[in-house]
Nanobody
């Protein structure tokens, strides 16, 4: 399975971006897939995930109400809609997939990342 992110860029605070993660094959019905991010000088953190049963989970208070994870099965693509962006959202964003049913507790394949920069 290959994952390719796109959609990052530079935006002012309060703006929006939609990230995309193209997946090389249809996997959503069998696997957990999610978005993660790593800011400069910080550890990588989970943002949101989509479980194989369709359940969505947002991992932190900082994204609730601002970020939305979704998928398009026909396009084998995962999305992360990010609204009301803040400078603290500046990071490299990655999508990753758990291929063995561990609810994204362990991720097996990662994309190369897409950079999001939010200016104040």
């Amino acid at each position: 399975v290959q994952l390719v992110e796109s959609g990052g860029g530079s935006v002012q605070a309060g703006g929006s971006l939609r990230l995309s993660c193209a997946v090389s094959e249809y996997v959503y019905h069998r696997h957990c897939i999610g978005w993660f991010r790593q800011a400069p000088g910080k550890e990588r953190e989970a943002v949101a995930q989509l479980d194989s049963d369709g359940t969505t989970r947002y991992h932190s208070e900082f994204v609730k109400g601002r970020f939305t994870i979704s998928k398009d099965n026909a396009k084998n693509t995962l999305y992360l809609q990010m609204d009301y962006l803040e400078p603290d959202d500046t990071a490299m964003y990655y999508c990753a997939i758990d291929l063995y049913g561990r609810k994204c507790s362990i991720l097996d394949e990662w994309g190369q990342g897409t950079l999001v920069t939010v200016s104040s």
